[in-house]
């Protein structure tokens, strides 16, 4: 056995990471606030191109909370969110006291798909209570149908919470990812494309919501000089030690995207022969994925549970896809539009090591696993 492990998503530092975090140390910036923190939200903003406004924030989860409750989310109401996602997509509602209302995937994008979307939103208006929000998620940095779920948002007058977490550096028709809802969340967790070891942001549209963002993740404190509070605070501001490990990430973002999306063009050449495996790639060039992590296909579940315990026995990470959330038991009793495009992936589909630091020796292993998994499996 290798003794090596080969991990899905590792974190891949740039190299001036350090410099930033010891002039945090050096000009006692060691708080949830500073110039690394300040720095970060404008390396952000410049990214993103789009003059938006960013709020560093603990993490993307928080980012998702606080992104709620500015488009005024408050217990009873409900929320719609897509189903097949990481379960930070769908927590934040719980915590507000909400309804979550889940929503089936698409087949070119695997995000919300724009048909039960719409078949949901006028299912729930005529039960008497219309959706607050919308929360659609750019899946392994897949950019989700853009267009068609701007139209329904649009029609029904129902923002779109964008959850972007895994999917900065992705474009749609040239427009990056996070800045095409009024707010969107970023992440940057250790398993993300960058990282600032734990932490997130929050995107907005309006400079308004940025600073109502920054107020509520720093304790809602009102303009006194004693601690007065008139609402609800969260303790959810980034840590400049954090944020001088993404302003070093920051200078590297556009290289880790060409990585990312290099190992997807590795797996295209692995499977390219074979018709039991189909890679998740964009369905045409308006979508352009960071490929944050790569995914395939098998076409039975017992042939995906087989080669995700062949690469476990050789020490090498995969994972099945997102499980969805209405077959989740804290989530399975809320309401669920749509088909079963969502379970299907969930139990065919497997994501293969994708990080920006594997090196050709672990391409080689993976790649000799693999072939070697369909001769013997093809075999039996
Ligand atoms: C990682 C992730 C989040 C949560 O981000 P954290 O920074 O880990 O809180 C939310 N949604 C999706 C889709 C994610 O992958």
Redesign the pocket.
């Known amino acids: 056995m290798n003794t090596e492990k080969i991990w899905l998503s590792s974190p891949h530092m740039g190299g001036n990471e350090q410099k930033y975090v010891q002039e945090a140390f050096e000009a006692n910036w060691v708080a949830p606030l500073g110039p690394n923190v300040n720095g970060l939200e404008i390396d952000i903003e410049k990214y993103l191109e789009q003059s938006s406004h960013v709020a560093a924030l603990s993490?993307?989860?928080?980012a998702?909370h606080l992104g709620l409750i500015l488009l005024g989310v408050k217990a009873g109401d409900e929320v719609i969110c897509q189903s097949m996602?990481?379960s930070?997509?769908a927590n934040p509602i719980l915590y507000l006291g909400a309804i979550p209302v889940f929503i089936d995937s698409e087949k070119d994008t695997w995000n919300l798909c724009p048909i039960a979307l719409e078949e949901a939103i006028v299912d729930r208006i005529a039960k008497g209570k219309k959706p607050k929000a919308i929360i659609g998620?750019h899946?392994y940095g897949m950019p989700f149908k853009v267009e068609e779920i701007m139209t329904v948002s649009k029609k029904y007058n129902i923002p779109v919470l964008e959850?972007s977490?895994?999917a900065l550096g992705s474009t749609y028709k040239g427009q990056k990812c996070g800045t095409f809802g009024p707010l969107a969340?970023l992440?940057?967790?250790g398993?993300?494309i960058i990282t600032t070891s734990?932490?997130?942001a929050l995107v907005c549209k309006k400079k308004e919501d940025k600073d109502k963002t920054v107020f509520l993740a720093t304790q809602s404190r009102d303009n006194a000089p004693h601690y007065q509070h008139s609402e609800i605070g969260y303790n959810y501001r980034m840590s400049n030690i954090c944020a001088g490990i993404g302003r070093g990430q920051m200078e590297v973002i556009d290289l880790r995207v060409s990585q990312r999306r290099a190992m997807n063009t590795f797996y295209q050449a692995i499977f390219k022969d074979n018709d039991e495996v189909s890679v998740f790639k964009e369905p045409n060039t308006d979508y352009f994925s960071n490929h944050w992590l790569s995914a395939i296909v098998l076409d039975s579940y017992e042939k995906r549970e087989a080669l995700r315990l062949a690469l476990e026995k050789e020490n090498i990470e995969s994972r099945p896809l997102w499980k969805p959330m209405h077959l989740q038991p804290i989530f399975s009793k809320y309401p669920y539009y749509g088909k079963k495009v969502a379970e299907e992936l969930f139990d065919n589909g497997l994501c293969l090591p994708s990080g920006s630091n594997l090196k050709e020796t672990d391409k080689l292993r993976i790649e000799k696993n693999i072939s070697s998994f369909f001769t013997t499996f093809a075999n039996l």
Request: charged fraction near 15%; hydrophobic fraction near 40%.
């Open positions: 993490s993307g989860t928080a998702l996602t990481f930070a997509s998620v899946l959850d977490a895994e969340a992440s940057f967790n398993n993300k734990g932490g997130g």
